[in-house]
């Protein structure tokens, strides 16, 4: 449905993105992740045209950007960061002037109806927009970016500035409509990602760093994991037992319970290796009940954040090496 081929975009020396490439499939719910300046805001203003790639090519639906850009944004219904809203119009007032100037011809009261009701603003339909709360503003902009049934959303920190009950509901209206869409949502709220995505896309310095489903993010780090484990047994025996098994790096009890004679234990894996079924059936083999197995600091957040500074380091040390002055001879 979109796809990214060798994509750059130079400012001069800077590149906003270096040879970018990735493709999301038709009814995908994909996270567009970085930091501040990192390339996001450049890839969707090139993908919605309102930017020029240097070189590289962008296909929607098959569909080159660049050859037909008008075909392209049939196909797409985008909400910047800020809605360009027109405050002094009602709701309905604003949703008639988007279906006449997308040149929509579906049935213009059936549609924006649906519309209307999908992103719950019905009751709101006749109030000018410059009276409507944020939240009731950003459902304005998103039902805008569904006039036309376009097939891909894209969306652009949609949940700023809103209080925790617009989150909720925005998240879930987003799940709905990946649907009967495919939804590129770029954002810094690493939750919502988690909360709303199926896959994620990371980019920092203009570079591609990881894609991967939200569920193997770990994968892209080719660290060591460490699993906190909740074992009864005694404790001797456990430890000895999980030292000697393949994959395992480090074990160690670090809190126990003798009430319930269980014992928690820090288990660093090799990297590459997923302990996980090692560990549980080593506690089958040995009866010992195996009450809790979790990872540690494997949260979003937290694979974001050594990601980005992994990224970072090569980074950096790419330049030096290109800075580094010849020795002389």
Not at 32 to 61: C, E, F, H, Q, W
Not at 87 to 95: A, F, H, K, Q
């Amino acid at each position: 449905m979109i796809e990214f081929q060798n994509v750059v975009k130079r400012y001069g020396t800077h590149f906003a993105l270096d040879d970018v490439s990735f493709k999301i499939e038709a009814g995908e719910i994909v996270g567009l992740l970085g930091p501040n300046g990192a390339g996001k805001s450049t890839a969707m203003n090139i993908l919605t045209g309102y930017l020029a790639a240097t070189s590289g090519r962008i296909l929607v639906d098959g569909i080159d950007a660049v050859g037909s850009p008008i075909d392209v944004r049939r196909k797409i219904g985008y909400l910047p960061e800020q809605p360009p809203l027109y405050p002094e119009m009602t709701v309905d007032e604003y949703l008639s002037f988007v279906y006449s100037l997308k040149g929509c011809t579906l049935n213009k009261k059936k549609h924006l109806e649906e519309i209307m009701r999908l992103t719950q603003i019905t009751d709101v339909r006749s109030r000018l927009i410059s009276h409507l709360s944020k939240g009731y503003r950003q459902r304005v902009g998103i039902a805008e970016a569904l006039v036309g049934d376009p097939p891909i959303l894209i969306f652009d920190e949609p949940t700023v500035g809103l209080d925790p009950k617009q989150i909720i509901e925005i998240r879930s209206l987003l799940r709905a409509l990946s649907k009967k869409h495919t939804v590129l949502l770029s954002t810094h709220i690493l939750s919502e990602v988690q909360a709303v995505c199926r896959r994620v896309i990371v980019i920092n310095r203009g570079k591609i760093v990881a894609n991967e489903r939200t569920e193997d993010m770990t994968r892209t780090l080719d660290e060591e994991r460490c699993f906190r484990a909740e074992i009864v047994g005694p404790s001797k025996e456990v430890l000895s037992f999980l030292r000697n098994k393949s994959g395992v790096k480090r074990v160690e009890m670090v809190s126990s319970s003798q009430e319930s004679e269980t014992n928690v234990y820090e288990i660093d894996a090799e990297k590459g290796v997923d302990v996980r079924k090692t560990i549980f059936f080593a506690c089958a083999d040995n009866r010992w009940p195996l009450v809790g197995l979790a990872p540690i600091g494997e949260d979003l957040e937290s694979i974001f954040v050594r990601l980005i500074n992994k990224s970072d380091k090569s980074a950096t040390k790419a330049d030096t090496r290109k800075n580094k002055s010849p020795k002389a001879e």
